[in-house]
Nanobody
Framework: QVQLVESGGGLVQAGGSLRLSCAAS????????MGWFRQAPGKEREFVAA????????YYADSVKGRFTISRDNAKNTVYLQMNSLKPEDTAIYYC?????????????????WGQGTQVTVSS
């Protein structure tokens, strides 16, 4: 059983930056493909970014491409989401997720473990 704990959320003005962290425990972190999702009030959970086991491959939603960067440190069992040029529409609860299977997926249903989420609020 893998436990995931997100941190780093907060309130930031439009154009600002935040760095989210997700610390994993209870499993072999390097065996999991990691992803970030977000959910705004009244909306479905949506894919933000994913990273392969070795960090050799990354994937992004079109809405964040060029602004967000996903990375991981397997030695620290941590995955990060650097968010730059934030917009009010980025406001959401951000969730970290882990997927056992090696293939790439943007579907939340394909991820096996989830963190509790961290709130990101971007003011205009």
């Amino acid at each position: 059983q893998v436990q995931l704990v997100e941190s780093g959320g907060g309130l930031v003005q439009a154009g600002g930056s935040l760095r989210l962290s997700c610390a994993a425990s209870g499993g072999t972190f390097s065996n999991y493909r990691m992803g970030w999702f977000r959910q705004a009030p009244g909306k479905e959970r949506e894919f933000v970014a994913a990273i392969s086991w070795s960090a050799g491959n990354t994937y992004y939603a079109d809405s964040v491409k060029g602004r967000f960067t996903i990375s991981r440190d397997n030695a620290k069992n941590t995955v990060y989401l650097q968010m730059n040029s934030l917009k009010p529409e980025d406001t959401a609860i951000y969730y970290c997720a882990a997927r056992r299977r090696p293939s790439y997926s943007i579907s939340a249903d394909d991820y096996d473990y989830w963190g509790q989420g961290t709130q990101v609020t971007v003011s205009s």
